[in-house]
């Protein structure tokens, strides 16, 4: 069975996506490792990073995935295009680093609350 064109974008659109989250939460999960070495922190980005750079560029629709993807490209200049990286600079960065994937976490969590006008119908619904 052939596919068709849309098919495939779909396809490589999803793993885009899924390649972006994957970065994100392995960056997550290497700054809330306090054991996690300057050179183990910049290897395994630099790995992460050749992964996703080997998937062709999709033009990105959401805000999440935009500021996502901006994110990781400035956090990689910053890191392993940084020569003088070390143990200090990156428990220096740590904190802040966290509270910004957190605060990108908190944008792509928007979406699934429901809207304020629809709040009020369910509120007072008990009362009837």
Same mark, same amino acid.
């Given at each position: 069975?052939?596919?068709?064109?849309?098919?495939?974008d779909?396809?490589?659109?999803?793993?885009?996506?899924?390649?972006?989250?994957?970065?994100s939460?392995?960056?997550?999960?290497?700054?809330?490792?306090?054991k996690?070495?300057?050179?183990?922190?910049?290897?395994?980005?630099?790995?992460? @990073?050749?992964?996703? &750079?080997?998937?062709? $560029?999709?033009?990105?629709?959401?805000?999440?995935? /935009?500021? !996502? *993807?901006?994110?990781?490209?400035?956090?990689?200049?910053?890191?392993?295009?940084?020569?003088?990286?070390?143990? @200090?600079?990156?428990? &220096?960065?740590?904190e $802040?680093?966290?509270s910004?994937?957190?605060?990108? /976490?908190? !944008? *792509?969590?928007?979406?699934?609350y429901?809207?304020?006008?629809?709040k009020?119908?369910?509120?007072?619904?008990?009362?009837?």
């Amino acid at each position: 069975m052939a596919y068709t064109q849309k098919q495939i974008d779909k396809f490589n659109r999803q793993k885009y996506i899924t390649e972006l989250e994957k970065i994100s939460k392995n960056l997550f999960r290497m700054f809330r490792d306090e054991k996690m070495s300057a050179e183990d922190f910049v290897t395994k980005f630099r790995q992460l @990073k050749k992964k996703f &750079d080997e998937k062709s $560029a999709i033009h990105l629709d959401s805000e999440y995935h /935009q500021q !996502l *993807k901006s994110y990781i490209e400035r956090l990689f200049l910053q890191t392993c295009g940084n020569e003088g990286f070390d143990d @200090k600079a990156l428990s &220096d960065i740590r904190e $802040a680093e966290m509270s910004n994937l957190n605060r990108l /976490q908190k !944008l *792509k969590n928007g979406t699934s609350y429901k809207k304020e006008k629809h709040k009020s119908k369910h509120k007072n619904e008990d009362w009837g």
